[in-house]
């Protein structure tokens, strides 16, 4: 999937997404905090990204502007004031720092700052804003019910576009008004910039609605968004979002084994590694046998791995301004970078893709913490849910890369991580955590 669009260069702003994007920065700038996340989740599901503003050559689509507000709401009413520092959001500061650095002097031209000021907002941005928003359990729920609930109208809006071939949400520009037909089947995608992102945002959304249900916050709800998910991931027709369901499940199932998992890394590791000897093909060929609703191009993505993996030495210290030359050993196009992995080794080398790495790590183990510091089921599951979106995110990344509004709900799925477990790590906020991140009283969020 090529990122770089056309409407990226122009002006394109719908007087209806002006409104909306209006009343969002209201609620974002002088709402509640579930308010002012509600807003973002509305707006990134139910309008185009290909809604943007151009200034002097830099893309600032509406989302990404609604992302400054949150910062300025951040700092103007002191949201980040109480908010508990971990090493994950220094590994998210140190991500951002190296991944710029390398990436300008990668490509060597004052563009490429632009650029990646623009994806660091993006990226960085939301993770940080979310951060100052999620405070508390009751403010995760808060957030995991209201994307449910926004799911409802969404998943309507793709049965309509499935039984019409008519994309309602394309009078925003960036998707197509009559659906893309692939081997026979619809693949629709909403708002969204492809439909295999439609299909991973409610994919990796799945875990988190069944969180409502297990823990009994929301079950009508719950039961709602997941409906409503299977729904859209049905009308996506991808094998991608269809695997995402598959993880969504298999991390689910894996509750009963959490006082295992160092075990049943483990048993993953050493097993890839058999096959791996095993097999005539690296493990990774793997990837080549996934088509499950047809039409899949798991080959073109092993190949990808593959020269990535065979091309270390090109990209591992500056990453790399261009990998079509990989293509001529192959015989195949290789430009595409349909590999969330792959696109942060190219732009940012080695250290970028290993903190990016680090960021997921760490985020699973404050999840681990967590899960040994409660003691009842019910306050576990909301941690291994939102873990187990996680998972799927990350093994989606081996498929494709973000962009667009998928890459807000990922920061979301972290900020939401640290938000509802994570431990203090300066003595003056310890009480305020143990209330708010732990007991999660009613009103932690309102402030």
């Known amino acids: 999937m090529n990122t770089d669009q056309v409407w990226m260069q122009e002006t ?127 403010a995760v729920f808060q957030a995991i019910r209201s994307l449910a609930l926004i799911a409802i109208p969404v998943a309507a809006g793709f049965s309509f576009e499935y039984a019409t071939r008519v994309n309602l949400f394309s009078i925003f520009g960036g998707v197509p008004l009559m659906t893309v037909i692939r081997d026979g089947k619809l693949r629709c995608q909403g708002a969204f910039s492809h439909p295999i992102l439609a299909g991973v945002f409610w994919a990796a959304n799945l875990p988190a609605f069944i969180a409502l249900i297990i823990t009994g916050r929301a079950k009508i709800v719950g039961y709602l968004g997941v409906f409503a998910s299977f729904v ?12 995402g369901v598959a993880f969504s499940m298999i991390g689910l199932g894996c509750f009963a084994l959490r006082r295992h998992m160092l075990a049943v890394r ?44 065979r091309h270390f030495d090109e990209w591992c210290i500056l990453g790399l301004a261009s990998n079509l030359h990989w293509g001529k050993e192959y015989g195949h196009y290789l430009g595409d970078i349909t590999n969330q992995y792959v696109l942060e080794a190219l732009r940012g080398g080695a250290v970028t893709l290993s903190l990016f790495v680090a960021i997921i790590a760490l985020a699973f183990g404050i999840i681990g913490r967590h899960l040994k510091a409660v003691r009842t089921a019910k306050q576990q599951w909301l941690a291994w849910c939102i873990g187990t979106s996680l998972f799927v995110h990350l093994a989606s990344f081996t498929a494709v890369s973000y962009f667009g509004q998928i890459v807000l709900i990922y920061n979301m799925h972290i900020a939401m991580i640290c938000g509802a477990v994570c431990i203090a790590t300066r003595p003056q906020y310890r009480m305020i955590v143990k209330q708010a991140f732990i007991e999660g009283p009613p009103n932690a969020c309102q402030q």
Not at 22 to 30: D, M, P, R, S
Not at 275 to 289: E, G, I, N, Q
């Open 232 to 243: 859209i991931i049905a009308a996506c027709s991808s094998s991608t979002p269809i695997m």
């Open 266 to 309: 483990i048993g993953i590791v050493v097993t890839l590694c058999v096959l791996h000897m095993m097999m005539k093909a690296p493990v990774w060929h793997l990837l080549a046998r996934a088509d499950i609703v047809g039409g899949s191009t798991g080959h073109y993505r092993f190949l990808l791995i593959d020269a990535t993996i």
């Open 12 to 138: 394109t702003l719908h007087p209806l997404a002006v409104v909306m994007a209006t009343i969002a920065a209201g609620f974002i700038l002088f709402g509640s905090r579930p308010h002012a996340v509600t807003a973002y989740l509305v707006l990134a599901t139910c309008v185009s990204s290909a809604q943007n503003f151009n200034l002097f050559g830099t893309s600032c689509y509406l989302l990404r502007l609604l992302i400054l507000c949150g910062a300025i709401r951040c700092v103007i009413r002191k949201d980040w004031s109480t908010v508990a520092w971990a090493k994950i959001d220094w590994c998210v500061i140190a991500w951002s720092v190296f991944g710029t650095l390398i990436y300008v002097a990668q490509k060597g031209e004052p563009s490429a700052l632009t650029f990646k000021v623009g994806t660091l907002i993006d990226t960085a941005g939301a993770y940080f804003v979310f951060r100052g928003l999620l405070q508390g359990q009751e």
